[in-house]
Structure formats: C-alpha cells, structure tokens
T-cell receptor, first 114, second 112 residues
Framework: DAGVIQSPRHEVTEMGQEVTLRCKPI?????LFWYRQTMMRGLELLIY????????DSGMPEDRFSAKMPNASFSTLKIQPSEPRDSAVYFC????????????FGPGTRLTVL | QKEVEQDPGPLSVPEGAIVSLNCTYS??????FMWYRQYSRKGPELLMY????GNKEDGRFTAQVDKSSKYISLFIRDSQPSDSATYLCAMAKIQGAQKLVFGQGTRLTINP
C-alpha cells in the first residue's frame, strides 16, 4: 500500500491566489482528516470526513478555507484567496475505523504564501 | 488555555541517556492517549497507544498515564541518534482515532 498520498509536496504562491491541496487516503479507510501544522500553534485539526461526509469543520479558520470529498479516494482543501498567514504544512490523514487506533498521515504539503 | 500542553523544547541529550517527554491536559474526558513520532519533513506516525491510567512498555519506550494528575509521559531508554525527531502527544475522548487533540510537539535531538 502506498499510504496516504498528498500533492503537491511544496507550493509557493502569491497572496490572493487560489491554492488547492489534494489527498488520496489509504484504500478502505472511511475517515479522512485535514490538519495544519505551524511552529506557533502545532498540529491543528481543520476538518474531518466520515464516508465522504463532513462531520466537523469547526477547525476551519475562516470562509476562505473549504474542503470537499467527492468520493472515497479523493479530497481537496482549497484556500481562496490565500494570505501569508496561511503558510504552514498541511497534512491529510486517514483512519480505518473503530477497529484501528491509528490515523495514518501523508507526507504533507508545505505551503508558502508570499 | 490549550486543552493539551507540551513543552516544545528543543531537548538535546547524549546518546544512551534516558529521555522523559511530558504532556499535561485539562479535559478529564480524555480516555485514550497516544504518542506520535514525526521525523523531519515527514508526517507523524503512531508510536504508543494507551487507554486510561497505567504504564505500557514497547521495547525501549514506556508510556505512562496519570489521569488523577492529568499528566502523561513517554520515556525512552538507551536513546539512539535515530530517535531524534519531534514527539507529539495526542488524546481522544472516545475509542478509536477520531478527533484527536495534539500537543505542540517536543523536538528531541540525540547527540552521538
């Protein structure tokens, strides 16, 4: 199994541009999580999905952020318009369900907004 | 105040030393406690998982939970340079891995 796949691995963009981050969870996992990691705030949960349905988006910082999961094998996190304070590493993680204790993380997307 | 507090370090110790990493938390509803290890430029990976109070040992690693004090620890014996990483504590209220709350992470360096 290839694990959780994220793309791009690095993204550099200018303030005001739209950014789309992509995630492919582990096949068979029915929960998907988006996190943001910064030095100041650590690892924060932004949103998570169960069976492609958003369950809790209370961590999404503002309306500029949106996430979708159109099917079991793909999710996107979009920032529009992007701002310098959005610079962070964004992780996607997937979970197999109540039989498992572990969330499996992808390698992350390092976003820099100039 | 954050639900989970963790000293971000950095912590630097010589090879072979015993390392103690700690987290405190404020929400008594947390029942499940985890330690994740994150190498540089990688995603976190689960290292240890414990339920409620007590100790759990896995090789050189021991996880300890004291719910009465709302305090958890990770001990690394005979530390190796390959243990150099950021260690994040994480907690959950219900069984399984949903809705984890993470500490800020402690950056650990083991010097040869």
């Amino acid at each position: 199994d290839a694990g959780v796949i994220q793309s791009p691995r690095h993204e550099v963009t200018e303030m005001g541009q739209e950014v789309t981050l992509r995630c492919k969870p582990i096949s068979g996992h029915n929960s998907l999580f988006w996190y943001r990691q910064t030095m100041m705030r650590g690892l924060e949960l932004l949103i998570y999905f169960n069976n492609n349905v958003p369950i809790d988006d209370s961590g999404m910082p503002e309306d500029r952020f949106s996430a979708k999961m159109p099917n079991a094998s793909f999710s996107t996190l979009k920032i529009q318009p992007s701002e310098p304070r959005d610079s962070a590493v964004y992780f996607c993680a997937s979970w197999a369900g109540t039989e498992s204790n572990e969330q499996f993380f992808g390698p992350g997307t390092r976003l820099t907004v100039l | 105040q954050k639900e989970v507090e963790q000293d971000p370090g950095p912590l630097s110790v010589p090879e072979g030393a015993i390392v103690s990493l700690n987290c405190t938390y404020s929400n008594s509803a947390f029942q499940y406690f985890m330690w994740y290890r994150q190498y540089s430029r990688k995603g976190p990976e689960l290292l240890m998982y414990t339920y409620s109070s007590g100790n759990k040992e896995d090789g050189r690693f021991t996880a300890q939970v004291d719910k009465s004090s709302k305090y958890i620890s990770l001990f690394i014996r005979d530390s190796q340079p390959s243990d150099s990483a950021t260690y994040l504590c994480a907690m959950a209220k219900i069984q399984g891995a949903q809705k984890l709350v993470f500490g800020q992470g402690t950056r650990l360096t083991i010097n040869p």
